[in-house]
């Protein structure tokens, strides 16, 4: 085997592996699995020009929109199997990166590396993101890519700059992203071959910091889009003040929380969900890296950093998917799985030459039984509960109808039938959560010219909306515990389990 070939041979086949599991644990369309009820509002408004829910997501909205050209499946489809992609490549990209561990020899290097990403590949939360259309997998991405680079580019100024705008755009993925961005600046400037002194340091701040600013001009995209006056426009941005709103996330804002007894509760949780990851051995082996290279390796102040963020920001954030919030921290436990493996398995082929190499294929055949057992955990590929209840609403909607929707999943399905999908465009979908914003009132005039809406912020919603619309049925959507259709003149309608 040549040694370009052999130098891709652990990341492509990794790679190829994680394609086929998440193609087949994949969702066929919109669904509402592993807390992937916001997909229909990112798939509509990429597929529409729009903004969605904040922080808005610019970077994360362009990429999505050239997946859904891609002429196979449905648009949920497209934007569900661009999840996938990249987080195979995330995999490859770590393999990549790992495969620079110090041990006895590059054969060894490549087997423990191929172990710690398939780990990385495998894990409940990674691979939950995986099969669905959310910006977790892409941002996952983003942040292997980001240390990827970190090994790979050299110490000219303009690589610098390239990393700053690379940098830049991460935020447009998440928001969350601006807690690692310093990190990654300082392991760009601290760099040992990019002489390590403070001035060099000082002047790879200066260079990376000035193109963080040319890649933060992405969210300059919202605000032409609001321009735009599209069906799904989320904080109407066209303004500085309302740009501000939608990216800073102030309506999530009283979510956060640093009561004694929140933080109990979720340290908990989180300590059960890492262990989840890779089970107890996984854990012990990730331990072992991190205590060993602790002052071995330069990667441990930026993985620290990351681990240490991650689980601040979700521990102080109290939502049901607070778990999302904690992907950074599993790339830095597969770093360190990677590390922790990749000794044991030096010690003991010092003993007796193939028991490193039978660690490393026992640690695969256990990685790959304990994905059996996550499999149905995560599987999406049969979760048809969205589609099914939009059509479902669909057909059981009188033309013309009016329909009040609650909850992020009865209003996202049904966006992304009748805005992204184009069909029954003669209903009027409002979300009923939204109602007392003065930029969604103006994004229902602009979508549907000849709805009445009550001026004041305090009404009561359905009956205003009733009294000023005479002659068009009234209708409620509804997906919380259960998925509901009620028409008052045709009686409610149960139409499939949230």
């Known amino acids: 085997m040549s040694v370009r070939l052999n130098k891709f041979f652990a990341p492509l086949t990794l790679g190829v592996l994680l394609l086929i599991v998440y193609s087949a644990t994949l969702a066929p369309g919109l669904t509402w699995a592993n807390s992937g009820s916001d997909g229909g509002d990112l798939i509509t408004a990429a597929a ?188 109407g941005a066209s303004s500085p003040a309302r740009l501000w709103w939608l990216v800073s996330g102030q309506l999530y804002q009283d979510n956060f929380s640093v009561g004694a007894a929140a933080l109990g509760d979720h340290a908990r949780s989180m300590a059960a969900l890492l262990l989840d990851q890779a089970g107890l051995p996984g854990v012990a082996l990730g331990v072992l890296g991190l205590i060993w290279y602790f002052r071995r390796s330069r990667w441990i102040l930026l993985t620290a950093w990351m681990f240490a963020a991650a689980v601040g920001f979700a521990a102080s954030y109290q939502t049901e998917d607070f778990n999302l919030y904690l992907i950074p921290a599993i790339v830095s436990f597969a770093i360190w799985f990677g590390w922790g493996s990749a000794l044991l398995a030096q010690q003991l082929s010092q003993r007796w030459r193939l028991a490193g190499d039978g660690l490393t294929i026992m640690l695969i055949a256990y990685l790959l039984v304990l994905a059996a057992s996550h499999w149905a955990q995560v599987d999406a590929a049969h979760d048809a509960r969205a589609e099914n209840f939009a059509r479902a609403a669909l057909q059981t909607l009188p033309p013309g109808a009016i329909v009040l929707a609650r909850g992020d999943g009865a209003v996202f399905a049904l966006w992304y039938e009748v805005f992204a999908l184009r069909q029954r465009t003669d209903l009027v979908v409002l979300a009923e959560d939204l109602l007392p914003f003065p930029w969604y009132r103006e994004t229902l005039h602009a979508t549907y010219p ?47 389990g949230k």
């Not at 001009?217 to 599209?230: E, K």
């Open 450 to 496: 000849g709805l009445v809406l009550p001026d004041q912020a305090e009404v009561v919603w359905a009956v205003d909306i009733q009294r000023g619309n005479v002659g068009r049925p009234l209708c409620f959507a509804i997906a919380d515990a259960s998925a509901t259709i009620d028409c008052p003149q045709g009686g409610a309608r149960e139409v499939g």
């Open 48 to 235: 529409v020009g729009g903004v969605p829910h904040p922080t808005g997501y610019p970077t994360y909205l362009i990429l999505a929109r050239a997946f859904q050209v891609l002429p196979i499946g449905s648009l949920a489809y497209r934007t569900n199997l661009m999840s996938a992609i990249f987080t195979c490549m995330a995999a490859a990209l770590l393999c990549d990166v790992l495969r620079r561990i110090p041990v006895a020899s590059e054969r060894r290097a490549a087997l423990t590396a191929w172990t710690a990403g398939l780990a990385f590949g495998l894990s409940p939360l990674i691979w939950s993101q995986a099969v669905i259309t959310e910006v977790y997998a892409l941002e996952v991405f983003a942040i292997v890519l980001a240390i990827w680079l970190l090994t790979k580019l050299s110490a000219a100024p303009r690589a610098d700059l390239f990393f700053g705008v690379f940098l830049g755009l991460l935020p447009g993925i998440h928001l969350t992203t601006v807690l690692l961005i310093p990190a990654f600046m300082l392991a760009r400037a601290l760099d040992p071959a990019a002489g390590g002194s403070l001035r060099t340091a000082a002047i790879s701040l200066l260079r990376q910091a000035g193109g963080l600013a040319i890649g933060l001009l992405i969210f300059a995209v919202l605000p032409l889009r609001a321009m735009q006056h599209p069906s799904v426009d989320w904080g």
